[in-house]
């Protein structure tokens, strides 16, 4: 028991040490609001693999030319020299004096990928290939692009998500091997943006729970009296709702779906989301879940509802802003019963 601890302290002590190593080292900083302006302190490069055997190979020639005294082997070897040094230099000038700039976020689901923008801008003279970017996590870079003289490129990095809350943009690390590969420039920026992850639907949640008292505003479920149409089927609809005929001309190999019939007027009732109702029993992250699925479910069917959460508590209502607050409520609901910011 005491050796586990103590290799959970040391293997704790010697991440953070590394850590502040390349924060010191790599010039790493905190988040980065705005547009970053990449000077010549914050590119860094090193030989490639095949430069390093480059490098071993124009030692040779040079040893060679020495032994043997060989006039074009000398003239070869500096060529192959200045070559390297010519690479070098195009390869630092094809990553600095870039600006970065992030983009918007938007929100998602957890377990779906968020999607980060980010803008690389180029007010020089000259074009710059074969930039790489991807986050610094990430052991090889996904996104390349080029940027032509005063013109700008935009690149969308993919990250995981796994709970909801706001997910912060990992670390990014742009880098570049142009011309000839032999030496690798790169550069790390942490870009100050967030995407909001919302809880993920749950796949099987029970039906709306529809209830409550007629309302005079058409606010509620839809009634039984006039015909509106056709519509999709939704977990829950009632069996004598099904629109038979309608299903026995679909195909299910041709892409097919099951079908029910929508009614509008006659009575109506109050469908009201709230969150203290369901059981205290289940655990916090299932029932956001099932909100998550009826505020889906709801916005669907166009049904307007109410949604209480905490102290967050949304008249009856319908649309893309409505949802999205109810969303967002559930994304950064505690379990104190605030909602964070």
């Known amino acids: 028991m005491a050796s586990a601890r103590l290799s959970t302290l040391t293997q704790a002590s010697s991440q953070l ?12 900083k905190e988040t980065e609001p705005g547009e970053v302006f990449l000077t010549r302190r914050r590119v860094f490069i090193l030989p490639t693999g095949a430069g390093v055997g480059f490098g071993a190979l124009v030692l040779v020639l040079l040893v060679a030319s020495t032994n043997y005294n060989l006039g074009l082997g000398f003239a070869l070897t500096f060529a192959l020299a200045a070559c390297a040094v010519v690479d070098m230099y195009y390869t630092y000038r094809n990553l600095v004096h870039l600006h970065l700039r992030p983009g918007r976020a938007h929100p998602l689901f957890a377990g779906e990928d968020a999607q980060f923008e980010l803008t690389i801008i180029n007010r020089s003279a000259s074009a710059r290939y074969a930039l790489w970017a991807d986050f ?21 990095l993919s990250a995981p998500s796994s709970e909801r809350g706001w997910l912060a943009a990992p670390r990014v690390k742009l880098s570049t091997r142009f011309p000839l590969g032999l030496f690798v420039a790169w550069s790390y920026w942490q870009p100050d943006a967030r995407a909001l992850v919302y809880p993920f639907p749950e796949p099987s949640a029970p039906p709306l729970p529809m ?19 056709i519509r999709s089927y939704q977990p829950g609809d009632p069996l004598r709702h099904m629109a038979w005929r309608q299903i026995a ?3 299910p190999a041709l892409g097919g779906q099951l079908v029910t019939k929508h009614f509008e007027g006659g009575n109506v009732a109050e469908l009201v989301l709230d969150f203290a109702a369901l059981p205290p029993t289940l655990d916090l992250e299932l029932r956001l879940s099932r909100m998550t699925r009826w505020v889906l479910d709801a916005e669907q069917r166009a049904l307007p509802y109410g949604f209480h959460i905490g102290a967050a508590r949304f008249a009856p209502s319908v649309g893309a802003a409505h949802q999205a607050a109810c969303l967002r409520a559930l994304a950064l609901y505690q379990d104190s019963g605030a909602v964070r910011p």
Request: net charge negative.
């Open 17 to 28: 040490l590394r850590r502040q190593a390349e924060r010191w080292l790599f010039r790493l």
């Open 136 to 156: 610094a996590s990430v052991d090889t870079a996904r996104y390349v692009t080029d940027v032509m003289a005063g013109s700008d490129a935009a690149l969308l």
């Open 249 to 251: 001309r679909l195909d």
């Open 211 to 229: 209830g409550g008292t007629a309302s005079e505003d058409g606010h509620g479920t839809a009634g039984q009296d006039d015909f509106g149409g």
